[in-house]
């Protein structure tokens, strides 16, 4: 069917830099929005970024200004630029799209397995 498969997740401190890059593949038709949740221990899973296939964007009040979300869509691929990272934003960050594969005839939501991002104070 449809694969998600984040990368780029890992250690850095605060106020550092990570890029996370996230992957589709497989019987795709065509993809309609793309974007990032996380979720924390103990806490729900929350969402980070959005980005439209018309290219909207839409992003959490708590990321505004120091994340962006951008897609290439030759490439099925969506990115998260995260600047002066703090260590609340410490999570699992989970990727997803909104899929129409290529025998389907509806949207569904597909994720990826989740990469982890610490920030250490």
């Known amino acids: 069917q449809v694969q998600l498969v984040e990368t780029g997740g890992g250690l850095v401190q605060a106020g550092g830099s990570l890029r996370l890059s996230c992957a589709a593949s497989?019987?795709?038709?065509?993809?309609?929005?793309m974007g990032w949740y996380r979720q924390a221990p103990g806490n729900q899973r929350e969402r980070v970024a959005v980005i439209t296939g018309g290219g909207s964007t839409s992003y959490a009040d708590s990321v505004k200004g120091r994340f962006t979300i951008s897609r290439d869509n030759a490439k099925n691929t969506v990115y998260l630029q995260m600047n002066s990272l703090k260590p609340e934003d410490t999570a699992v960050y989970y990727c997803?799209?909104?899929?129409?594969?290529?025998?389907?005839?509806?949207?569904?939501?597909?994720w990826g397995q989740g990469t982890q991002v610490t920030v250490s104070s």
């Open positions: 997803y799209a909104s899929v129409r594969t290529l025998l389907g005839v509806s949207w569904l939501d597909y």
């Open positions: 497989g019987s795709i038709g065509s993809i309609h929005a």
